[in-house]
């Protein structure tokens, strides 16, 4: 039986490009279809009424017919616009690099709800969480999961022994965790130090409001960042764009003497 010319779904929108001179094709992440392309035409006429309700990081009900190459917006109503997040330059900048990841992972016209889930959590959490940045590391992690990638914390990926309280290694091809006996057969592999170990398998293992009560000093969180930074981009085998900007910003508001939710906590695990 054939599907239905016109459908109906919940939808983020995670990415959003110029088509002629009134038009978009957006970037939908939705829960039952994944990720999926969509035309909304005369959208860019500044009297659209379909506008406010398509703007990039706003999760709304969209109803679509469909077509040959690309499916057509015909209506759609805002169920949350995250004023929060876009009216504030470094929340807007975390959320682009959330959706940004969630572009480039999610698979096209595949459901993955749990996915779709992480990311509108991920969306609310932004403007409350007392540390955006533990709430990235969190989605960072959690992404890796659901794309797919869980990263082996546990046990060394060589030689399968469980991990002891020690600096072990991870090594990104291996997409794991190293013991000290193995790590010098493989060279690019990286130190990780005991307290990251335990905070990646906490947070690995938790949901967020377990994971939020993490305590971190700057250097843990630091360490974190860099670390799954490095994997997801090796994943990607390019560069996060966005992780540029957010840098940038970091700069920018540590320089003015308030570093931008970087833990102000001198404790660590």
Known sequence: MPEPRDYQTEAIIIKKTKLAEADRILTFYTPRFGKLQAVAKGVRRPKSKMAGH?????????????????????????????????????????????????????????????????????????????????????????????????????????????????????????????????????????PVSVNAQKVLRLMQDSDYATASRLKLDVELSGELKTLLENYLKYLLEREIKSVRWLDSLREQIAAQGNPPALPRSSDSL
């Open 54 to 190: 398509l703007e990039l990081l706003t999760y709304s009900q969209v109803s679509l017919a469909r077509g040959r190459n690309l499916d057509t917006v015909t209506g759609t109503q805002t169920i949350d616009g995250f004023l929060a997040i876009k009216n504030d330059l470094w929340l807007t900048s975390c959320a682009l690099y959330v959706v940004e990841l969630v572009n480039q992972f999610g698979a096209e016209r595949m459901e993955n709800y749990p996915l779709f889930r992480l990311l509108l959590e991920t969306l609310k959490q932004l403007a409350q969480a007392p540390n955006k940045e533990l709430l990235l590391r969190y989605f960072e992690l959690h992404l890796l999961d659901e794309a797919g990638y869980r990263p082996q914390l546990r046990e060394c990926v060589s030689c399968r022994k469980q991990m002891t309280p020690v600096i072990n290694y991870f090594h990104m091809s291996g997409g794991g965790m190293l013991c000290p006996d193995c790590a010098p057969r493989h060279p690019f592999s990286y």
